[in-house]
């Protein structure tokens, strides 16, 4: 029984875990606190995207990569996930799908913000 008890309670905590932590981290920049992903790149929102949906094509996602979750990803909170035009799951922060810049070479360049005066840091 006390077995049992302990491996429910791992089993819990694993699971609880798998909620907890957040696909992106907010950092701080010049422009305030953006979103960047695990290796420090910037995130983009585009304009043309629906609340919810992404409108970058497959042209589209090769200079602005869509910002992919894990296969067992799970949506909570500001968190959701929208299909990209690859037909994988990717991460959207308040309804925006998230995306990184080709552009973009190390870790806190934000060289995307503004291009074509559709493309923004997500915040």
Do not use: R
């Not at 422009?31 to 609340?51: H, P, R, S, V």
């Not at 602005?64 to 996930?81: I, V």
């Not at 799908?97 to 915040?123: I, N, Q, R, S």
Request: net charge positive.
């Amino acid at each position: 029984m006390k077995t049992l008890i302990v491996s429910m309670g791992l089993l819990a905590a694993t699971v609880f875990s798998a909620f907890a932590a957040e696909p992106a981290k907010m950092v701080d920049t010049k422009m305030g606190k953006i979103l960047a992903n695990a290796k420090g790149m910037t995130l983009y929102t585009f304009d043309k995207d629906a609340m919810g949906k992404s409108n970058c094509d497959d042209a589209c996602l090769k200079k602005w990569p869509a910002f992919h979750a894990a296969a067992k990803a799970k949506a909570e909170g500001e968190w959701s996930l929208v299909k990209a035009a690859d037909g994988k799951e990717m991460w959207a922060y308040q309804g925006k799908p998230l995306y990184t810049f080709a552009g973009d070479k190390k870790p806190g360049d934000m060289t995307g913000d503004g291009v074509g005066g559709v493309w923004h840091v997500a915040k």
